[in-house]
Nanobody, 116 residues
Framework: QVQLVESGGGLVQPGGSLSLSCRAS????????MTWYRQAPGKERDMVAA????????YYEDFVKGRFTISRDDDKNTVYLRMNSLKPEDTGVYYC?????????WGQGTQVTVSS
């Protein structure tokens, strides 16, 4: 079955960096786009960045543009999110998602906390 497993979250100071990973299994990873979302406490889940079938097909929401980089490694069935210049408002649970057929599949999420 489809599985998405995020990792790499943690506590970081403002201005710091983190790299998140999402390892996929159960489907032909190289044939599908991937998306990172985040959900802050008490707020709705928002899209952060998305990637098509190659690294040059990337999309970023304005609030992370220039600070975050999404990439993929099809040999490892993994999508990454490199986060630089982190701000307290980047705090939340980060999820990866893929859309297969008529269904969305989500990982369990990884917590990112930006605080001094």
């Amino acid at each position: 079955q489809v599985q998405l497993v995020e990792s790499g979250g943690g506590l970081v100071q403002p201005g710091g960096s983190l790299s998140l990973s999402c390892r996929a299994s159960g489907f032909s990873f190289s044939r599908y786009g991937m998306t990172w979302y985040r959900q802050a406490p008490g707020k709705e889940r928002d899209m952060v960045a998305a990637i098509g079938l190659s690294d040059d097909l990337a999309y970023y929401e304005d609030f992370v543009k220039g600070r975050f980089t999404i990439s993929r490694d099809d040999d490892k069935n993994t999508v990454y999110l490199r986060m630089n210049s982190l701000k307290p408002e980047d705090t939340g649970v980060y999820y990866c998602m893929t859309h297969l057929g008529d269904a969305d599949y989500w990982g369990q999420g990884t917590q990112v906390t930006v605080s001094s």
